[in-house]
């Protein structure tokens, strides 16, 4: 199996502290085996020792701390995983996979390069933070520029509704024509012609030849 089919991890576990030294070198010497059984091959190893834990895991509060670096093929960590989780003497574990050209560093180294760096941030606070010695400068990682959150202002369109005229009729106004009250006219009754008959025409006429003296017969 060519270099190409195996993937570099690193491995961190914590063993039930109460266990003891030889009983968690034994069970750590148990999965080497089981990691070479699988086809991988151990690289490094480290016994960090007995150590407080952050927080309570299964009811301790100490865990004894183990870091193995190996190579395995990746179809196979599946399998590996699986079985640490069913191990009643493993705590909890945690697998990374490393990048090509990883640099392995013991527990002592760590701890050096901590309190070297602890050493130049007093220094720092002291000077104001504006100089730092050459001889102690530690490599930091670079700072990554959060990215800029750039608003876009959103053009609403706002649609101005057009208002349609509504022509609303107006009721005719029927002027109602109060009609006035006739007058009644009263005829004046209309009084009677004495209708002079005939004869008292002729009566008339006599009377009058009779009473004028002048007039001869």
Excluded: C, H
């Amino acid at each position: 199996m060519t270099d190409e089919n195996f993937t570099s991890y690193e491995m961190m576990l914590i063993v039930d502290p109460t266990l003891g030294d030889d009983r968690t070198r034994e069970v750590i010497e148990e999965l080497k085996t089981q990691i070479q059984s699988l086809g991988g091959a151990m690289t490094f190893e480290d016994f960090w020792g007995s150590r407080y834990l952050s927080y309570k895991i299964k009811k301790y509060d100490k865990g004894f701390y183990v870091v193995l670096n190996f190579n395995l093929p990746p179809t196979k960590l599946l399998e590996l995983s699986n079985d640490l989780r069913l191990n009643q003497s493993i705590v909890r574990f945690i697998t990374l996979k490393t990048p090509k050209n990883y640099e392995i560093l013991t527990l002592e180294a760590l701890e050096k390069d901590a309190e070297k760096y602890k050493r130049v941030r007093k220094e720092d606070a002291k000077e104001g933070g504006k100089e730092e010695r050459k001889e102690d400068k530690v490599e930091r990682a670079p700072r990554i520029a959060k990215p800029k959150i750039i608003e876009v202002e959103k053009k609403v369109e706002v649609k101005e509704e057009v208002k349609k005229e509504v022509k609303v009729e107006k009721p005719e106004v029927v002027e109602e024509v109060k009609e006035e009250p006739k007058e009644e006219i009263k005829e004046e009754p209309k009084k009677k012609e004495s209708k002079i008959t005939d004869l008292d025409d002729v009566d008339a006429k006599l009377k009058s030849i009779m009473d004028d003296p002048d007039i001869s017969l």
